[in-house]
């Protein structure tokens, strides 16, 4: 029996130099962070959050339990619109809401039992442009501002997407391309003629150019273009084209799975999200010069790696950045050893009973 539990003994004692080591190492990357006096507020699993881009200090705005995408603000800079899931994780509890950016004066605007998504403002703050999938494809739709008088704004007969509303323009993707129309939905008009548009191959979306944005100044459209479906989730280059279709222009040339890019308000830097590169997931916040240059993760350092960030977009001053955060709750490599290293103590301990 002496010869049986010497050896335990040994085992349980290493295994407890293991929890020693692992603990002191965890609690040296909670104090470095503590130390640096930065940390991310977390509630709910979701929440709209600002980050300094000077100081890096982060601020939870507005917290809920389910998906907040599509984030967008006002001309004045006081006012969010976005879209969120609200009484379940179906696409037809997605509802268009408003809330100031203080966090103040939550409402929701839609309340049905259809798919509302992508919202953006007007340039006078009085209405909001949306898309809808209240008849047989996905249709722009309009509304006040408060959600009342919804209409149907444009319906190209198939589907009809990512919608932005700028000047007296609305540029929007429609048959996987990029086309603009004007503001009353008349003289719509193709802007982009990518290669294999509409096209399906392995990823959740055919090949083709989403998500467009049109800048300042109304000249210059950027948006996603697929370039390969290695991926489920899609490979991705970032590109601008001016409003008439010429100067077609490739800003990146990863491949990642990447885009949603905003402009600053001074016409002059892109922000986008990366969420994969290649089957690596990141969800980290990128920042560009306008022309492609000076193209660089701007994503904190002390964010934990379980903290996904989404539609990020600039401030009204462009010194700060809005966006939708995701806490994945997932087990930590070191919650799973330690689980594993208790079941083994309990079985060492019955051997020694």
Known sequence: MTNLITPLKKKILFAFLLIAIFTIFEAGCAADIFLRGKSVPHEERWGIYIVDLATEDVTLVYTCPRKISGLQLNSTGDTLVFSQKIDGDDNEHEEICTITVDGSNFRRLTNNTVLDTYPCWSPDNSKIVFLSWRDTTMDIYTMNADG??????????????????????????????????????????????????????????????????????????????????????????????????????????????????????????????????????????????????????????????????HSPIFSLDDSKIYFAGEWWEEASGFGVFLVLLGLFLALSVKKLT
């Open 148 to 309: 009342s008088d919804v209409k149907k704004l444009y319906d190209s007969g198939g589907h009809d997407g990512d919608v932005q509303w700028l000047n007296d323009a609305i540029v929007f993707t429609r048959d996987s391309q990029i086309w603009i129309m004007d503001d009353d939905g008349t003289n719509a008009r193709q802007v982009t003629n990518p290669p294999r548009a509409g096209e399906w191959g392995n990823a959740v979306l055919p090949f083709g150019d989403y998500d467009p944005k049109l800048s300042p100044d109304g000249t210059t459209i950027v948006f996603e273009r697929m370039v390969d479906d290695k991926t489920r989730h899609g490979n991705y280059n970032i590109y601008t084209i001016r409003e008439d279709g010429s100067q077609e222009t490739a800003l990146t040339d990863t491949g990642y799975s990447q885009g949603i890019a905003n402009w600053s308000h001074s016409g002059d830097k892109l922000v986008y999200f990366v969420t994969a590169m290649g089957e690596e997931g990141v969800f980290d916040i990128y920042v560009m010069n306008a022309d492609g240059t000076d193209n660089r993760n701007s994503t904190p350092g002390y964010f934990p790696k379980n903290f996904l960030c």
